[in-house]
């Protein structure tokens, strides 16, 4: 009877462990278990602070290694985007981010995101309808989005579209001396040189007294060598604008193209006197001086261009040519070798 005792004893003790064994060997490994969401947002919030700090491969590496992870944990793709953009990888961030509205269609940030990889690598047109997406959203929230779907659509030449992103973007009425201004400002930066004039000259149509307008038409023609109209749109900004500084530097520039060197100095001691932080008046009275036979005076006004930005190559290079014809061999020596070496510098690192 003992014995009897004793086997269904030792028999219940072996089911028991083999059904413990069992359940161990169906049990997944703790390795393989999926992340919990807490620890999920932690391995966000590294791999986001890394990126701050400008450790984005460090950032993009951390992330990867949550790709194999199962199940895929959610918001990886747009992390990843995220990051790949701060990089400025915008090939990968287009490709992540597009993954990521695959899976959130309602990520803005997302949206945002993918309209300015788009733009940045060259894709404006695809940019366009997300960004006016974001538009939409956040109509006050993001100057750097309007400003790019303004860009976006001047590169696509849809000029009007681009007029009313940049009227909305600097808070003016679209269809406003104003707007034509801005627009005509953006185009000249992106090289867009008629329809520039084409709307600067919609701006004076529409406010012939606006700040600024004439300055602008002036800058253009002045960059295109049209000095009798340059020379007229810049009198006109003075009549308008007569404490503008640049105005004044401007003027006196295209006087000095047709050398009219006496009228020059007299408006750039003016631009000087309202505004003593710039260097080109400096630089340009420099000029002035020494072709009016004064290499002494052009000399001062030079040495202060200098101690102002010292490592621009042009006043050191007509600095060099001043003590020249001063007679100064050294200094002449010294002061163009250094404009050598900086415009050497500049041309390695454009």
Known sequence: MAMLTRNVVLGFLLLVVTMTVAQQAKAPDSAALPASSDAIDSQFTQASKLAQQGEFDEAITQL??????????????HELGAAYYKKGDYSQSTAYLKKALEEDSGDKEAVQLLGLSYYLSGHPADAIPLLEKV???????NVDAAYILGICYIQAKDYNHARSAFARMFDVPQDSAASYLFTARMLMRQEFDPVAEEYGLKATALDPRLPLAHFLLGELYLYKSRIPEAIAEFETELSVNPAHAPTLYKLADAYSRIQKFDDAERLLQRSIWLDATSTGPYILMGKVLEKKGEPVLAARALQRAVTMD???PMPHHLLGQAYRDLGQKDEAE????LAEDLQNKQDAHP
Do not use: D, V
């Open 64 to 77: 990867k290694t949550m790709e194999s992870t199962q199940p895929r944990p959610k918001g990886l793709s």
């Open 135 to 141: 538009q939409g959203w956040f109509p006050r929230a």
């Open 334 to 337: 010294r002061e163009l070798k």
């Open 310 to 312: 010292p490592n621009n």
